[in-house]
C-alpha cells in the first residue's frame, strides 16, 4: 500500500468546487475519477481544504492511497491523461501512510485579483474580479495589516456544516496585504488556517473599507463582535487562488 501526495492546479470556473457532489463536476471527483480508471477500482482522494466553486489553484495538496506499483512519474502523466486541460497534477511524491493534506497542513497561502482598468480584458475575465470603481488602496492595505495575528474571525466565516461539531473559530494570520500595480489590485493573506468563505468575506470587506465605508475602529469593533451581518459582502470566487499549503519540514 502506498501513500502518494499530489500538487494539483486547477482552473475553477467549470467546477462546484472541490467537495464530491452527485452529478455534478467537482476536482476531488475529477481526481477520484482518473485515480481510479489507473488503480482498477475505487480511490478516494483527500485534499488540503475544500475550494469554493470557481476557485482556482496553482497548489492544491491532495493525497490518496494506491496498490499499484506504477512509478510516480508514470503516475503523474497517467493522471493527466485521464484529467480535462483544466486540472493538472504537478508533481506526485510517496509520503507517510498517515499523511493527511488536510490535518498535516501548518498554512496555507491564498491570492485574490482584481483588475481596476475600465474594460478587463476578456482573457482576464475568468481570474480577476473586475471592479473599475474609485478606492482608497492605502487605507485598504491598513485595515489589512490590522487583521495580522490571531483572531476570532466569526464576522467572516459563512455558515459551514462543521458549525455543529462546535470548533473554533480563532485563526492566526501571519501575513495580510494588499498590493498594487498599475490596473492590478492583489490580495495576499497566508495564515494557520481559513474558515468557510473567509478569505472572500475578507475581501469583500477591504473593498467596503476603500470605498470609504470602515476605518481602522471599526474593523477592530467588526472582529470583536463577530457578527457576519456588520461586515463586507462576500466577493466573487473566480478572483481566489490558493496559491500554496505548507507541511512540517519532515513532510516536504
Known sequence: MRRIRITVAYD???????????????????????ASEIEGKPVQVAGSGRTDA????????????????IPLDNLRKALNRLLPA?????????????????????AKTYEYRMYRGEA???????????YPYPLDADRMGELARLLEGEHDFSAFAAADERDAEGGSKVR???????????????????????????VRNIVGTLLYAGKG???AAGLRELLQ????????????????????VEYPERQT
Request: aromatic share 10%; proline share 7%; glycine share 8%.
Open 213 to 215: 465605508n470602515l476605518d
Open 86 to 106: 483544466s486540472t493538472r497534477v504537478l508533481r506526485a511524491e510517496e509520503v507517510p501512510l498517515e499523511f493527511h493534506p488536510r490535518f498535516d497542513a501548518v
Open 120 to 130: 478587463c480584458p476578456p482573457w482576464e475575465v475568468r481570474y480577476v474580479h473586475h
Open 54 to 69: 470557481g476557485v482556482h489553484a496553482l497548489a492544491q495538496v491532495a493525497a490518496l492511497t494506491l496498490e499499484n506499483p
Open 12 to 34: 475553477g470556473t467549470d467546477f462546484h468546487g472541490w467537495q464530491v457532489q452527485p452529478n455534478l463536476p467537482t476536482i476531488q471527483g475529477t481526481l477520484e475519477a482518473a
Open 225 to 244: 463582535s463577530g457578527d457576519r451581518r456588520r461586515a463586507g459582502p462576500t466577493a466573487p470566487a473566480k478572483g481566489l487562488f490558493l496559491v500554496s
Open 172 to 198: 492566526t494570520i501571519f501575513e495580510s496585504r494588499v498590493a498594487w500595480s498599475g490596473d492590478r489590485l492583489t490580495y495576499t493573506v497566508r495564515g494557520s488556517g481559513f474558515l468557510k468563505h473567509m
